[in-house]
């Protein structure tokens, strides 16, 4: 059964808040090497049978929001 992994996160122009928190608080605990950090989610998909089409479907329809967030997925065997 293939494993489809979808990563979605927030196009470059959009500020990220989350991310922005999380830099600061690396840089806080002597990271000083961070320059910036953007935060996204993994969503891991079992699919009795591969589709590229039909993940794209999941992925525009409720997993990512196309207006805001980037989607890219892979499949593992």
Same mark, same amino acid.
């Given at each position: ?11 470059? =122009?959009?500020? !990220? =808040?989350?991310? %922005?928190?999380?830099a600061g608080s690396l840089r806080n605990l002597g990271f +000083?090497?961070? #320059? !910036? &950090? ?5 969503? /891991?998909?079992?699919? /009795? #049978?591969? =589709?590229? &089409? %039909?993940? +794209? /479907? ?5 997993? &990512?929001?196309?207006?805001? /967030? ?8």
């Open positions: 059964m293939p494993t489809v992994r979808v990563y979605v996160t927030l196009k470059p =122009s959009l500020l !990220d =808040s989350a991310g %922005r928190t999380v +000083k090497e961070l #320059e !910036d &950090a953007r935060i996204g989610k993994m969503i /891991e998909l079992q699919v /009795e #049978e591969y =589709s590229e &089409a %039909r993940v +794209k /479907e999941m992925c525009e329809k409720l997993l &990512a929001n196309p207006v805001i /967030e980037n989607y890219r997925f892979e499949v593992a065997p």
